[in-house]
């Protein structure tokens, strides 16, 4: 089975050939350079720049894998969570192939498809799995017991782990987005350097908090410009980038042992932080878990997660109405 698979929730456009389960082509242009000077994405331009990117992004896929539009037998395409405006882009263009080739559409959650990444890399990997989630707008703890199946078992009740990165960054005059310039410039500096709050560690729930942690460092940095301190903000970086990671691999690894869980998959574009891939690696393992670390092209937005995730359900004998449209809150279930 070939799927076409679509991705506009946010600021990339991503599209993708899968051919069971195996990546034929994976195109991503991303939006950085347009939303960098406002400090964060932009909705309006967003869905513009997925218009115009769409078609062309498309054709690249197609001829990168080798295929043309006859050859796909289904599209799959995120119709949530997300930007509303960005999604409806996407969904336009996936309902307009699936009318055209009269092959079936599936609508897919964008966090199943960032945790569908870690199956299209190890192909002896099987369900049960548990999930950390973790991007720019979800922070999350999620049991997989079969494909497509999900149970949330602890997440944010404040900020996302990506949002908190990207805040932090752009306080410190780090550029957009601040998760990638936060892990480069941690790499210089000491994670043990400042103790900033672990929100909840030792609390049996698996929620988790992240504003508290936002504004002690907010506050650390003011009193130390209020005392006339230079800031080492490779140091700043680090523990800040520490306190984070380890409250996310701790209680990923309790809950995969109270829950009984031997696999761990890390998803989401904070997964390609260097820092959380080898704490969960190295604690996990030390545990006797199976760690399952996509790589960091996975990670990050993109519509090969897309196709995969749909693929499942395809092969499954499900499909979309071409009334589908775009749940911005979409729940993962
Ligand atoms: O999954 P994603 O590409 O888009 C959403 O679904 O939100 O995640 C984007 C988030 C951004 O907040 C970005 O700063 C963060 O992932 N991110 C990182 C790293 N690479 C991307 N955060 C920490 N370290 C990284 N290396
Ligand atoms: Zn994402």
Known sequence: MI???????CDETGVAVVEDHTVRSNVVASQTDLHARFGGVVPEIASRAHLTNLSLITQQALSEAGIRLDDLDGIAVTHGPGLVGALLV???AAKAYAFALDVPVIGVNHL????ETAFLERPDLQPPV???IVSGGHTMIAAMPEHSRFEILGQTIDDAAGEAFDKIARFVGLGFPGGPEIDRIARDGDPAA???PRALMNEPSY???LSGLKTAVIRWIRDREMAGETINVPDLAASFQEAIVDVQVAKTIRAAGERGFERIVIAGGVAANSRLRALMKERGEMQGLDVIVPSVALCTDNGA???AAGMRRLMRGESSPLSLTADPNLVLA
């Open 207 to 209: 929620d988790f908090s």
């Open 130 to 132: 548990l999930a950390l």
């Open 194 to 196: 400042i103790k900033f």
């Open 305 to 307: 997660m897309i196709a």
């Open 112 to 115: 199943e498809g960032h945790v």
């Open 90 to 92: 996407g969904l336009s």
């Open 3 to 9: 799927v076409l698979g679509i991705e506009t929730s």
